[in-house]
């Protein structure tokens, strides 16, 4: 079964090839599209997906500050960093708040996201 999951980018292109990557692949079904921090806690509140994907540098709410509401809101869902930056300071702050991993952006290009993501969730079983 597909598992879900909310991609949270400031980026519209970001968020659009990510969907269709993770749609294409099989595994994953993209139940939501976030263009901030403050929408991606309301989406994860009412979605409640398997796992977001989350950027870190966004306007009105950053990663690392949408990470605390959002356990809190949807506790059983993991959050997978994904960003330009995984060894910056906001990375390192995400990692000590608890999220599944930190996937980059650079040496992940688009084409490759849906693999990354099994590699993580190996019991995700392609259909």
Do not use: C, Y
């Not at 980026?11 to 139940?31: F, I, K, Y």
């Amino acid at each position: 079964m597909a598992r879900s999951v909310l991609i949270v980018d400031d980026v519209e292109d970001m968020r659009v090839l990510a969907t269709v990557n993770l749609e294409s692949d099989g595994r994953w079904h993209v139940v939501g599209a976030a263009a901030d921090g403050r929408e991606g806690v309301e989406l994860a509140t009412a979605l409640q997906p398997d796992i977001v994907l989350l950027d870190l540098e966004m306007p009105w709410m950053s990663g690392p500050e949408a990470i605390p509401h959002i356990k809190r809101a949807s506790p059983a869902t993991a959050i997978v960093i994904w960003t330009v930056d995984p060894e910056g300071p906001r990375a390192v702050s995400a990692m000590e708040l608890g999220v599944t991993t930190i996937i980059d952006k650079g040496l992940t290009p688009l084409p490759l996201l849906a693999q990354a993501l099994a590699e993580i969730f190996p019991e995700v079983v392609e259909h």
